[in-house]
């Protein structure tokens, strides 16, 4: 059982509960759990993972060295080579980042965000646009609707001359994206006619790293819905982003309560909040407090027609 078994069990739970609450005594409990538990224990990873995802946007460089920790004894854990590249983009370390993105969209090839980040990283950070567009055009075919996504892809190709298809790119967009104000100076600069390189590449944008997108994608996927039902999940992810601020200390917990909301649009018969915590690893109750968050903010029903299956 390894050293002080029932005091690491406590610690593990009090550390479990204080995320969840996104509690300031998290990182404390979490930095007592890696002194208390056997290298490479369950609760050691746990420890590790979630002290780097505390840590990733106030210093990246540490929430990278919690990650290697973690690495040693996940090699396949795709989420976890994304994380560590957007750590070093954030650093600035971008052929390191390509490297990580690289390796979790070999690890995952339908998870669209991997590809988006690699592509997006090599367009404008590393000037590769050519080597950039397969990861983008594969991003875009993965998730048509997502305006980033979208942006990006019309950037690469205006890059590699096609001004027109990147026009119409650049203007769905902006589409679906609205209020975001990179879409209409990607525009502006296509319209212009995309010569000015140096006002393109002024700034590399932080790759977004939805992790809850990136979850709900993996487990429904895993979970046998089909992907016109995991494409209306994340859209109610993104309504949800647009309606109100969140902060996501537990990716799993959002990921597991947006998949039961699908089940309560498409009234799915035995669907339980007990069944899909179990297979996120992650506590009913959290399910239950972040379903409540998501009906009460959207004014979610069953058979509500924004998000279930056309007729």
Known sequence: MGRGASTIEELWEQAEE????????????????????????????????????????DNPWKAALHLRR?????????????????????????????????????????????????????????????GAYPHLRRAYELEPEHDEIIGSLAHCVARLGDLDEALKLAVLAQEQGPCNPDHRGLLDWIEAGATDTAAAKATVRRP?????????????????????????????????????????????????????????????PGCTQAEVARRYGVAPTSVSARFAQIRNALALRPGDPRYAASR
């Open 208 to 268: 977004p790293a939805d992790r809850v997108a990136e979850t709900v994608q993996l487990k429904m996927g895993e979970a046998g819905y089909s992907r016109e039902e995991i494409e209306r999940a994340t859209r109610l992810w993104s309504d949800m982003q647009a309606h109100c601020e969140l902060r996501v200390t537990k990716p799993e917990v959002l990921a597991a309560a947006l998949e039961y909301a699908i089940a309560v649009v498409e009234q799915r």
């Open 18 to 57: 204080a995320l969840e609450a996104s509690s300031k005594h998290a990182e404390g409990l979490l930095a007592r759990l890696v002194s208390a538990a056997d290298e490479g224990s369950e609760a050691s990873l746990f420890a590790h993972r979630h002290l780097a995802e505390l840590h990733l946007e």
């Open 70 to 130: 973690v690495l040693r004894h996940c090699a396949e854990d795709d989420i976890l080579h994304a994380l560590m590249g957007l750590c070093h983009a954030l650093l600035g370390n971008y052929r390191v980042a390509v490297r990580c993105y690289r390796e979790a969209s070999s690890i995952a090839p339908q998870t669209p965000w991997y590809h988006h980040n690699l592509g997006h990283l090599m367009d404008v950070a590393l000037d590769d646009p050519s």
